[in-house]
């Protein structure tokens, strides 16, 4: 079974504690998103675990615990969203050259194959104010493409999907 977290939380930025009581305790229940009063129990033991997906814009937290995680048995990878956008559109997002710093952490404590970066969500808003036209994405883009160089072996890329 493969447990996608923090897809609803970024687990490791902000409830990194709770994960590994979680751990501790073999499983964890999940609310259904549409339907409040139900909920599911998902194993957290490492036999019935093909794999744990962090979705992280923070690995700060998590970096100290991976350790722990793998003396557990418990295999997982990192997806770390790294866009450099100002506060004023990401602001609990660690700043840009923070984050790189800290993806470049990670990448050493777990390697860089368990390590994926996210440019995602790319959205364009020239007249925002903000200058997120395509030149700020391409200079944006390779600064810290620059800086992740030998630290993942993957990017991901996604347009802005209004749903």
Known sequence: MIVSASRRCDIPAYAMDWFMNRVEAGYCLVRNPFDARSLRRVSLLPEDLDCVVFWTRDPRPLIPRASELEERGIPFYVQMTITGYPKSIE?????????????????????????????????????????????????????????????????????????
């Not at 925002?128 to 890329?157: C, M, P, Q, W, Y």
Request: proline residues 4%; without cysteine; hydrophobic residues 40%.
């Open 91 to 163: 602001p609990g997002s660690p700043a840009r050259e923070d984050a790189m710093a800290a993806a470049a952490s990670l990448s050493e404590r777990i390697g860089r194959r368990r390590l994926i970066w996210r440019y995602d969500p790319i959205f364009v808003a020239a007249a925002s104010g903000e200058g997120l036209d395509s030149r700020f994405h391409r200079e944006n883009f390779e600064h810290i493409a620059r800086a992740l160089e030998g630290k993942t072996r993957r990017v991901i890329v996604s347009l802005l999907d209004e749903y």
